[in-house]
Structure formats: C-alpha cells, structure tokens
C-alpha cells in the first residue's frame, strides 16, 4: 500500500514526519525573498529535506494510518514496514522511486540513498495560494523631478463692526428668550406621574376608589383636640362615656379594592409571598378588599404602609368596626 499520501498530509502541519526504518521528511522554513536582478518575489516557503538517520518510530506516522483506515495499531505499523521493504528492495535494485509532491529517491554508486525535493510544492500554510510574481523598477524616475503645486492661501475676510453689531442684536434678545421662559414658566418641568408596576391594580380599581372612601369612615386624629380641651372640666360620667378604649388589631392596612373576588385573591397571594397574613374583607359596596395586615395603633400601620408603598402605592388604612 503506498502511504505517501500520509506523509505529504502530515507535511503540512508538522515540521518533521518520520517514516520508520527508512528515515525522516524536515520541513525547512524560508522567509520571503527578493531577487533584485530578475525583479522576482518569492514567498514564505517550507522545502523537505530528507534525513536517513531519523528512522526509529514516533508514533506519528503510524498513528495517521491508524485514525484514517479505521484499523488498529499493529495493522498500521505492519503496512508501513511492508511499504519500505518494498521501498529497499525498489532502491537496491537501482530504480528512481519518486514521492509525489515530496521528491525522488536514488541509490548512488557507493549505495546511499539521495534525495531530491520536489521544489515547486510549498508546504507553509501561511503561504497558501501565493505564487512568485516578477516586478521590475520604474526606468528614469526621478523624484527630484517631481512639481511641486504652489499652494495659494484664501485671503482673511475682515468682519466689518457693524455685521458684528447687527449680529449680536439679533443673537442676544434670542438668548435672553430662551433663558427666561424656562424660569417663568413649566415648559421643561418632568411631568411624571406615579404609577405602579402591579398588574393586578387595575382601571376598576381607580375609577371606584372615591366611592370605597366614602363608604369608610376615616380616621381622625384627636390628640389636638384633647390637648385644646385638656383644661376644661369634664363630668367623671361624661367622660366615662365618651373615651375611646383602643382594642387590640383595630386598624387594617388595604392594599386593594376588586370587583371580583378572583383579582382580590390574586393579590392576597401576592402578599403572602411577601410574607403577610393578608386577609379578604367584603365592604358594603359589593367589593372585596384586600388587608395585609391588621394592627394595633395608627403609627404601626403607618410604618407598614410605608414599606408597601412602592409595589402597593394605593394602600390605604381603615379602621375596623
């Protein structure tokens, strides 16, 4: 079997192939070039060498055959050994083998094998599909002889002071303009709105918010007017009658106000992702009212609207009958 088609695969990627028990193919590398008496350029180029001393086995060639048949190892090594017996044998009777893209092997009178590469095959990669091309030098060139174009300069345009005059009265009353109508006015004041990210606070919620507050009764803070009748006389009956016991959990926190009970469920599950115990209350009006939390005072539910006000900023608080 001939395997040189191996060999010249191999020779592309590595800069040594060995062929064991025969000797070794060295890519040599060579820079580009530039025969100036011809006007030639040549490439990069990798020529093969050949080397009889490097015959032992690295595996690299045997291998190939290996992985390209699909066979095992043993089988590999016994088709190369059988390719150079029959190499030898071809050279000792005097025949001229030639490797294809590689080059020519000969015996010479005093029995050495010699080798003579095929020069017009380049096996750098990096020079792929360059070819040598011939480039001679212009004849009677001379750079003295070069014109020269005199550059001509634009002349300076003097600006008269009255251009200058008439331009700044236009320009600076336009200035004053764009100035003052900024601080007399909101042209470029944002006009933000607050708005919520919550998908279950809809429409139906904010067209009947007005009529949820009037059916609540508010609460009313009346620290100032029991400090302004702090000093006034107050009968023990009358005053039995009218303090206010504040009960335990008699403030809740709405978080929302729904026509159906679906959307208030939705929204209660929410909350319980936020860790509340939300609760769902039915009003008078026929809606169903989401509370997170009930607490004791005004300034905790205060503190718990707060924390909610920026996923729940329609929250209000009620005071539970």
């Given at each position: 079997m001939d395997i040189t088609a191996f060999i010249r695969e191999l020779l592309f990627g590595h800069d040594c192939v060995i062929v064991p028990g025969f000797g070794g193919f060295i890519g040599n590398y060579t820079p580009a070039q530039v025969d100036r008496n011809t006007g030639t350029f040549y490439p990069p180029v990798k020529q093969i060498s050949f080397n009889r001393n490097l015959n032992h086995n690295d595996g690299l060639l045997v291998g190939r055959i290996s992985g390209t048949?699909?066979?095992?190892?043993?089988?590999?090594?016994?088709?190369?050994?059988?390719?150079?017996?029959?190499?030898?044998k071809k050279l000792e009777n005097g025949e001229r083998v030639v490797f294809d893209n590689i080059g020519t092997f000969v015996n010479n009178h005093e029995g050495?094998?010699?080798?003579?590469?095929?020069?017009?095959?380049?096996?750098?990669?990096?020079?792929y599909g360059l070819e040598s091309f011939q480039c001679m030098p212009l004849e009677g060139y001379d750079v003295r002889k070069r014109i020269l174009k005199q550059k001509t300069k634009d002349p300076v345009q003097h600006i008269s002071t009255r251009k200058i005059l008439w331009r700044a009265a236009v320009i600076v009353p336009l200035l004053s303009v764009i100035v003052a109508v900024p601080l007399i006015t909101d042209i470029f004041k944002p006009k933000v709105e607050a708005s919520t990210m919550n998908p279950l606070v809809t429409e139906e919620f904010e067209h009947n918010r007005a009529a949820v507050d009037k059916t609540e009764?508010?609460?009313?803070?009346?620290s100032a007017e029991i400090t302004s009748k702090a000093n006034e006389v107050i009968p023990a009956k009358v005053a039995e009658e009218n303090a206010v016991i504040p009960s335990v959990g008699s403030y809740q926190l709405i978080?929302?106000?729904?026509?159906?009970?679906?959307?208030?469920?939705?929204?209660?599950?929410?909350l319980m992702e936020e860790g509340f115990s939300p609760e769902i209350v039915s009003s008078a009006n026929g809606f169903f009212?989401?509370?997170?939390?009930?607490?004791s005072n005004i300034e905790s539910a205060e503190l718990k609207k707060d924390s909610l006000a920026g996923k729940f900023p329609g929250a209000w608080i009620i005071r539970k009958r």
């Open positions: 048949l699909n066979i095992n190892y043993g089988d590999a090594r016994t088709i190369a050994e059988k390719f150079v017996a029959d190499l030898r050495n094998i010699q080798f003579e590469p095929d020069r017009s095959v380049n096996y750098h990669l990096d020079s009764k508010p609460v009313i803070d009346i978080t929302g106000s729904f026509r159906l009970k679906e959307n208030a469920q939705k929204q209660a599950n929410m009212r989401v509370s997170a939390i009930t607490c």
